[in-house]
Every structure is written in C-alpha cells, then in structure tokens.
Nanobody, 121 residues
Framework: VQLQAYGGGLVQTGDSLRLSCVAS????????MAWFRQAPGKERELVAASFYRTRTTYYSDSVKGRFTISRDNAKNTVFLQMDSLKPEDTAAYYCASDPRARPLDLYYEYWGQGTQVTVSS
C-alpha cells in the first residue's frame, strides 16, 4: 500500500490550498481516508476524515468551516481543500487510511509521507 500526498506550499494568511493524496494497493472505497497534521513540538492531530461506510465526514474544531475533505473513489484520491488559512495551520500534513468504519484516533493502518504547509502572517 502506498499513499502519495502532494500539494503543500508556502501561502499567506487568508489564502487557499488543496492537498491531494493518491492511494494504491488497497480497495480505496472500503477505507476511511483522513488527513492529519503535525506542527513542530506538537502532537499529531486528526484534522479531517471521510468515512466510507456512512459517507460522512469529521472535522476538528480548529478547521471546521474552513477545510473540506472529499474523495474520488474512481481515482483512489482524497483531497483536503483548505480555505482561509491561518499561521496556526502551519504543519506537515499527512494522509492516512484505515479499514475501520469511524476511526478518530492516531492508529491508522497506512500513512503517506508528509507535505509541508506554511502560512505566513
């Protein structure tokens, strides 16, 4: 299984950015897909998740209303649209997948490499 994340970059406060993660080697439609982030000196946190069984989503309070997770099962790709970015959104962003129906913890089965998002003030 491979998860390839890309789309990070350096942006200014208020800008938008879209992250993409392409998965291979798994039955994409039967996996929860999620985005985590980790800032220097901080713990990794779940940002957003897309649950395959209920076709619902989860967002952390810190990004609710600004970020949108979506998935294209035909293309084995999950996206994270990030709007109204703030300096506190600066972190390495990781995509992850798990076969559980509604995992909200850090114990996802598969992880991609991080893509850096830096928001300048």
């Amino acid at each position: 299984v491979q998860l390839q994340a890309y789309g990070g970059g350096l942006v200014q406060t208020g800008d938008s950015l879209r992250l993409s993660c392409v998965a291979s080697g798994l039955r994409f439609g039967l996996y929860t897909m999620a985005w985590f982030r980790q800032a220097p000196g901080k713990e990794r946190e779940l940002v957003a998740a897309s649950f395959y069984r209920t076709r619902t989503t989860y967002y952390s309070d810190s990004v609710k209303g600004r970020f949108t997770i979506s998935r294209d099962n035909a293309k084995n790709t999950v996206f994270l649209q990030m709007d109204s970015l703030k300096p506190e959104d600066t972190a390495a962003y990781y995509c992850a997948s798990d076969p559980r129906a509604r995992p909200l913890d850090l114990y996802y089965e598969y992880w991609g490499q991080g893509t850096q998002v830096t928001v300048s003030s």
